[in-house]
Every structure is written in C-alpha cells, then in structure tokens.
C-alpha cells in the first residue's frame, strides 16, 4: 500500500482552516488522539473532532510526539469508518 500524503484523515479542520484533522498516536501517553496538523488543535474522539467539541491545545510535554498510528490501533478504537 502506498502511502497516502495525509493518512488518517479525519476531515478538514474548520477552526484554522489550513489543515487536516488526523488520528495520531502519542509517544508518552500511547492513545489514540486527532490532532490538525496545522494548529495542533487535539481531540480524544473523531466525534468531538468532527463538531468542534472539547478542543484542546496538544501539549507535546504531557503526551509526548505523536506518529502515525498503526491500522490495528485505529480498528481496534472502531474509528476507521471516520476515516477519509
Ligand atoms: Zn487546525
């Protein structure tokens, strides 16, 4: 599979606009969490991603870097129908 440009695309992030909202993994912590790649804007679920509920600021020294998630991790949180 090749991968895409912007995997984990959740949807686009309407508070800043420019980027896409993506579930990552967090190094410290190891959860599941969407993040917009433009203004780090963090959510816990897809849901609250998708209607601008709960918005946090990611904070890098509370849950460390995030990568991309692996497919299981997203399967297993049942967040691949919100995948794009
Ligand atoms: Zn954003």
């Known amino acids: 599979m090749v991968a895409p440009p ?4 959740v949807g686009w ?3 800043c606009d420019q980027g896409w909202l993506q579930i990552r993994r967090t190094s410290i912590t190891n959860k599941l969490t969407v993040v917009c790649a433009e203004c780090e804007t963090q959510y816990d679920t897809p849901e609250d991603a998708l209607q601008v509920k709960n918005a946090g600021a990611y904070d890098v020294s509370v849950d ?7 497919d299981q991790e ?3 949180a049942g967040w ?3 995948v794009k």
């Open 6 to 9: 912007w995997p984990w695309k």
């Open 13 to 15: 992030c309407s508070l």
């Open 64 to 70: 460390g870097v995030t990568s991309d998630p692996e």
């Open 80 to 82: 691949v129908p919100f």
């Open 74 to 76: 997203v399967e297993l």
